[in-house]
């Protein structure tokens, strides 16, 4: 099937399924910030004060888990090049299942802190080891393929925290949110298991093993060097402006359709529980039209990539997003129609995110391919942190905190745009082999 051969498949599969799970791992806090907010803070859940206080910690979090994830793709794509693929692998879905795990055990915000952390170090490396071993593997004319079906793992992991966080929280303790959230993070053990058992299947791709015993050690400074300084930015520009627009708009779904349901449930008189669930099903919905959309959008990067290169394939996802988050927070919508617009937001926003799994290992040699795609991708969340917590931090000052999250979040927009300033800088690799 599509040319690849069954180790192939496997190896797909074990890094597909690690991703999907990491981004599952990574974004369960913003599904149960609501509930698990309020009850560490010592707040009524559902109070103008929890709403704020909720905003601003989804903000400080999801900056932290960034720049965590930013520390753990620099080193770990490193050690992988040091190591192997294979072992690197297996070590951060370790440490990130069981900082995940540790959370649901958390007594106060400081010690929430500590445990996602802990979370993003591991997620930070396995993004960096699962790219260049499928780009490694992967037979030279599918490159293209294999990343970015890799990739779809990612609506998958949201997919699937959504979905644990509604069956949990919305349909088995309705009646307990200050205590439901703590068992949406014990799944967070589960399907790492899973994937640990696959990846104990794969060995080393080849290609590693010869330039690991010809080659001297990577050097995080050679990425600076005039061989590779063109490479480097490009990658770099492309995944900051990616990742600042992708995690100013995801980071606050879930919050954004749980104002939107509350105001629905006080517009319906309904009930504390009534209320609940019905918070729990809009932020699931908003997050399947996001996924959707994300899906479609990865899997539309593949003939237009092939077709007419990298750099065009970015000007029009960039493009596109501009004027699906103007379209989304610009304009009066109904709740229903707001929710629907996610689907938009997702095929472009989060679709461009499926070439990174190709692009930027095809921009190293196979020496440097972890560290580089690991800095380049990994280093971006640090300037993309700043994005979910500016929007945090000033929605959570406003009257009406929802609404002021979604009046900043059209401002957003302009992100994308800049980064149309940025394509002559952009370097394309269409048509060009895997650099040994």
Request: aromatic share 16%; with cysteine.
């Amino acid at each position: 099937m599509l040319g690849f051969s069954r180790y192939q498949w496997t190896v797909l599969f074990a890094a597909w399924l690690g991703w999907g799970f990491d981004i599952f791992d990574g974004l369960l806090f913003n599904y149960v910030a609501p509930n698990c907010v309020p009850t560490l803070l010592g707040l009524e859940i559902g109070s103008d004060e929890a709403r704020q206080a909720t905003i601003y910690w989804t903000g400080l979090l999801t900056a932290l888990l960034l720049l965590g994830w930013a520390v753990g793709g620099v080193v770990f794509g490193w050690v992988c090049d040091r190591i192997g693929r294979r072992r690197t692998l297996l070590l951060t879905m370790v440490m990130y299942s069981l900082g995940t795990f540790s959370c649901a055990f958390a007594t106060s915000m400081e010690m929430l802190m500590v445990f996602r952390l802990i979370t993003a170090l591991g997620i930070g490396g396995e993004w960096a080891a699962g790219a260049a071993m499928v780009a490694e593997v992967m037979p030279e004319d599918k490159r293209v393929e294999g990343g970015a079906l890799l990739y779809t793992s990612a609506p998958l992991g949201l997919f699937l925290a959504s979905y644990v966080n509604f069956q949990v929280a919305g349909v088995w303790f309705p009646e307990d949110p200050a205590n439901s959230w703590r068992y949406v993070f014990l799944f967070g053990l589960i399907p790492a298991f899973v994937a640990f058992l696959v990846r104990m299947f794969i060995k080393e791709p080849e290609r590693w093993e010869k330039a690991v015993n010809k080659a001297p050690p990577p050097k995080l400074s050679e990425l600076f060097s005039p061989q590779f300084r063109a490479m480097t930015f490009s990658g770099l520009a492309m995944a900051i402006i990616c990742l600042l627009t992708w995690w100013s708009n995801n980071a606050f779904i879930a919050l954004i359709s749980t104002g939107l349901a509350q105001t629905q449930a006080l517009a319906e008189g309904l009930d504390k529980v009534a209320t609940q669930r019905l918070v729990e099903s809009w932020k699931t919905t908003a997050t399947n039209y996001f996924n959707l959309g994300g899906l479609i959008g990865t899997l539309l990067t593949i003939p237009v990539a092939k077709m007419l290169g990298r750099r065009p394939m970015f000007a029009i996802y960039f493009l596109g997003s501009a004027l699906a988050i103007f379209a989304t927070y610009g304009f009066d919508l109904s709740p229903n129609l707001r929710l629907l617009m996610y689907f938009v937001v997702g095929v472009t926003v989060f679709g461009v995110f499926g070439s990174f799994t190709y692009y930027l290992p095809e921009l190293f040699p196979t020496r440097l391919r972890g560290t580089g795609s690991g800095f380049c991708y990994n280093f971006g969340r640090i300037f993309a942190a700043g994005g979910p917590f500016l929007v945090g931090y000033v929605a959570s000052q406003g009257i009406n905190a929802f609404e002021t999250a979604e009046t900043i979040l059209i401002y957003v927009g302009l992100v994308p745009l800049a980064g149309l300033l940025l394509m002559p800088w952009v370097v394309e690799t269409r048509g060009k082999p895997l650099a040994d």
